[in-house]
């Protein structure tokens, strides 16, 4: 066995009393390894890795980086010591250009010192090419899709000189072929001899790419395998602690009326003519590649971005100039694809952003919140959807785990008892155990009577769970399949069917 390059050993680490890391031993054994690191949300990954990266301070134990003492005191050591990270949230100045985002500390500059955009945008046009994307280096940030940023993202951390790089998630929010992209870098960052530890709730991209597998659960490694003599199933019984039969739950539904009704609807450029319906009772799929409109159709029903022409009707109605809160005035509820943006108030606690979309509810005289429903309801869906906090419903949105963060997004809707459910990515960055949960109340809402249009860049879940699938490509809509007629290859076709 070759020799680590960098070793973990007996690291604990607690917070407010609770102990989240117990004595994780752990190793990256040789250069161009790859390493996969699973486990359920909250189980301990971002404690660990922000330990790695000077974040955050061991209570106890020690690194080991080289065969030499390793102990950052913050990200800029990390970064020295040849370490570069790829979160799961992206770390970009949205008002900023691609370019500016890629060298915001080591700037290309001229002979003189004076900064060069020139060479600036050169470099990061190379950059960005690297990983398959041809965009000019001065485009805004905040004019990108969620997928485009994120591979923003990933050519910022892959062009400094890493000796190894760390991937959290880094494939949350691309399609199928820029996934392949990244995949041929990392094999070939792995041939130049760079090592990686590759964080992922995807089992299936974890098994190809990785030569072992670490497991944690509740602050433990469970195991460190060869990838080769590891099932899928068997990690999964290692992460939760118990086997999942069924990965998706779907139940036969019975489509009822329409509730919510789209007519010619078409939008700044981004989608043109859609049409379809939602029945109470239903969940249907919306797939497509990135850049298809997806998002962007969601964002123009819910009055997020502006409608050019076309009718939304709500239980035969015509809705004329929708808006967010007209919206949730109706029971119509929207999870968008940007949680840390658009889904959470980061610095409020978990309980204040449950209970976000339902205040008008929880209303008492002059206006004043009802603090013991406020209380109760909070806890009620943190138990519902066994989302881990250390301090209870007082503990910050931003200093839970990616996958806990998405679960208070969805709780925060499920306490409005939705109608009609927009969900868009649902379960990006959750892991599969949390996603048997989404699912499961997903079912449970349509079964109550509720619509809920499912927007995935995963086939595999939405041919699991929903009734029908509705596939966008170039902006407008190429096909639509029923369960019997569910297909890999035939949605595909459909979304690759209008792209010129």
């Known amino acids: 066995m070759n020799e680590p390059v960098l070793e973990l050993k ?36 971002s404690t ?95 004019t990108l899709p969620m997928g ?94 118990r086997k999942l039969d069924q990965l998706f739950p779907y139940v036969p539904k019975h489509p009822g009326e329409v509730l919510l009704r789209v007519d010619s609807l078409c939008g700044q450029k981004a989608f043109r003519d859609i049409s379809f319906s939602l029945r109470a009772g239903e969940i249907v ?26 009718r939304i009707f709500l239980l035969g109605e015509s809705v004329r100039n929708p808006a967010p809160e007209w919206w949730i005035g109706k029971g119509v509820a929207y999870i968008t694809e940007n949680r840390r943006e658009e889904g959470l108030l980061m610095p409020k606690t978990v309980k204040e952003n449950l209970v976000l979309a339902n205040l008008r509810a929880l209303g008492g005289n002059l206006g004043a919140i009802d603090a013991p429903r406020e209380e109760k309801d909070s806890a009620a869906i943190i138990d519902r959807l066994s989302i881990k906090t250390f301090d209870k419903s007082r503990q910050s949105a931003q200093s839970l785990s990616g996958g806990n963060q998405q679960k208070v997004v969805i709780g925060k809707w499920l306490l409005t008892n939705p109608r009609v459910f927009l969900a868009d990515e649902p379960t990006r960055g959750v892991d599969v155990g949390a996603k048997f949960e989404i699912y499961s109340h997903l079912n449970a809402l349509a079964e109550d009577g509720s619509a809920i249009l499912f927007i995935s860049s995963e086939m595999e879940e939405l041919i699991g769970v929903c009734d029908r699938i509705l596939v966008m490509s170039n902006g407008s809509l190429a096909g639509e399949l029923d369960r019997e007629r569910f297909d890999q290859k035939e949605l595909l076709n459909l979304a690759i069917s209008r792209c010129y």
Not at 16 to 43: H, Y
Not at 64 to 84: F, H, K, Q, V, W
Not at 192 to 207: C, E, N, T
Request: glycine share 10%.
């Open 148 to 241: 485009m940023r994120q591979m923003v993202e990933i050519a910022k951390a892959l062009s400094r000189k890493a000796r190894i790089i760390v991937f959290d998630e880094p494939t949350t929010s691309l399609c199928t072929e820029e996934k392949e992209q990244l995949f041929t870098i990392i094999r070939d960052f792995s041939a130049k001899g760079i090592s990686m530890i590759y964080i992922s709730h995807a089992l299936d991209d974890v098994l190809a790419l990785c030569g072992e597998v670490a497991v944690l659960r509740d602050g433990s490694i469970i195991g460190q395998l060869p990838a080769e003599k590891a099932t899928k199933a068997d990690i999964v019984s290692m992460m939760v602690g």
């Open 48 to 142: 660990m890795m922000n330990i790695l990266g000077g974040v955050l301070q061991r209570d106890r134990g020690e690194i080991l980086l080289g065969g030499a003492p390793y102990n950052p005191r913050s990200a800029m050591d990390a970064d020295e010591a040849g370490i570069a990270f790829i979160h799961q949230e992206l770390n970009l100045f949205s008002n900023m250009t691609i370019a500016e985002n890629l060298f915001l500390s080591d700037a290309p500059g001229s002979k003189w010192g004076v900064l060069s955009y020139r060479a600036m945008n050169a470099a990061a046009r190379r950059a960005m090419q690297y990983v398959g994307i041809d965009i000019s280096p001065s485009t805004l940030v905040d």
């Open 285 to 310: 799929g919306l797939f497509g590649l990135m850049g298809a409109g997806r998002s962007e159709l969601a964002n123009a029903i819910y009055g997020i971005d502006r409608i050019e022409s076309g």
């Open 10 to 45: 007996r690291i604990s680490k607690s917070f407010s009393g609770v102990e989240v890391l117990k004595d994780i031993s752990v190793a990256l054994r040789g250069e161009g390894s790859i390493l996969g690191l699973v486990g359920e949300n909250g189980a301990g990954k």
